[in-house]
């Protein structure tokens, strides 16, 4: 097991200790292969709070992409494809992920196989009820500016799944070409052209 404190100097920010809990929650409540596990939640006697999760040895796939470049596609496809199947689990709960990016896709190293695939990071992840997600706060833009859906980057709460969907092509295309599909000198360039 692994075990996940938050700073002690984040414990003053409400919406940082209410993320870090929600990600236990919406981690452990999705019961996937390909979904990291979470098993217990807590505060620690000195007040930190922590989560104990799943140990995952190997490498996460930002890193593999610096380390080695592009992939080919049955590669590029075999990772989507389990990935893909953990993202319609949480869909399936209503569970939006909202910051999928290389660095929240772990590869664990599994003896000579191939490796298994594992969302991690669900600490800004929105339950989505009625179509809509229930946000902490409106405008509240969360994310990586470079995976972002056009929805998502508005900061208006109008996305749903298939902001996840729009990120696991950008994330597709990256490892087939090395690069990102709309780069930008700024956020705001990013974000807007």
Request: net charge negative.
């Amino acid at each position: 097991a692994a075990v996940k404190f938050l700073h002690a100097e984040l414990t003053a920010n409400k919406d940082t200790v209410e993320r870090f809990y929600r990600e236990a929650h919406i981690a452990s409540s999705i019961e996937h292969p390909n979904i990291i596990n979470v098993f217990d939640v807590g505060v620690s006697e000195w007040g930190e709070p922590y989560l104990v999760m799943e140990y995952l040895s190997g490498e996460n796939l930002g890193r593999m992409l610096k380390r080695r470049g592009v992939f080919t596609e049955p590669e590029a496809l075999g990772i989507m494809e389990s990935a893909l199947k953990a993202l319609a689990a949480a869909h399936e709960q209503g569970i939006v992920h909202r910051d999928l990016k290389p660095e929240n896709i772990f590869m664990v190293k599994v003896s000579d196989s191939n490796p298994i695939v594992k969302i991690i990071d669900f600490g800004i992840s929105k339950a989505v009820q009625d179509g809509q997600p229930q946000l902490t706060k409106t405008g509240a833009l969360l994310g990586t500016p470079s995976y972002m859906s056009p929805e998502q980057a508005r900061g208006r709460g109008e996305f749903d799944h298939r902001t996840d969907v729009y990120s696991m092509g950008v994330i597709l295309y990256l490892m087939l070409t090395g690069d990102h599909p709309f780069v930008g000198q700024s956020y705001n360039d990013l974000i807007f052209n």
